[in-house]
Nanobody, 124 residues
Framework: VQLQASGGGLVQTGGSLRLACTFSGLAFARHNAAWSRQAPGKEREFVAA????????FYADSVKGRFTISKDGAKNTIYLQMHGLTPEDTAFYYC??????????????????WGQGTQVTVSS
């Protein structure tokens, strides 16, 4: 299983970014997917998740209304569209996945595989 994240970068407060994570080595259509993030000195935060067929999503309160998770089965890719970014969103963002059966897609501890991540920096 390989998860390759991309799309991070430096953006000003109020700006937008779209992260992408491409999956390989698994049956994408039968996997839940998620994004988490970790800032220096802080605990890892479970940011957003989408279930295997894309009809249910989860968002942390800190990003609700600003971030949108989506998936494209034709490209084996999930996305995290981020708007209204603030310095508090600065972190390393990781994409993760877990087989759908018997898993609660909205729980971070259900995820078994995480990618290398991509850095998002928001300047004030």
């Amino acid at each position: 299983v390989q998860l390759q994240a991309s799309g991070g970068g430096l953006v000003q407060t109020g700006g937008s970014l779209r992260l992408a994570c491409t999956f390989s080595g698994l049956a994408f259509a039968r996997h839940n997917a998620a994004w988490s993030r970790q800032a220096p000195g802080k605990e890892r935060e479970f940011v957003a998740a989408i279930n295997w067929n894309g009809d249910s999503t989860f968002y942390a309160d800190s990003v609700k209304g600003r971030f949108t998770i989506s998936k494209d089965g034709a490209k084996n890719t999930i996305y995290l569209q981020m708007h209204g970014l603030t310095p508090e969103d600065t972190a390393f963002y990781y994409c993760g996945t877990t087989y759908y059966r018997g898993r609660d897609f909205a729980r971070q501890d259900e995820y078994r595989s995480w990618g290398q991540g991509t850095q998002v920096t928001v300047s004030s």
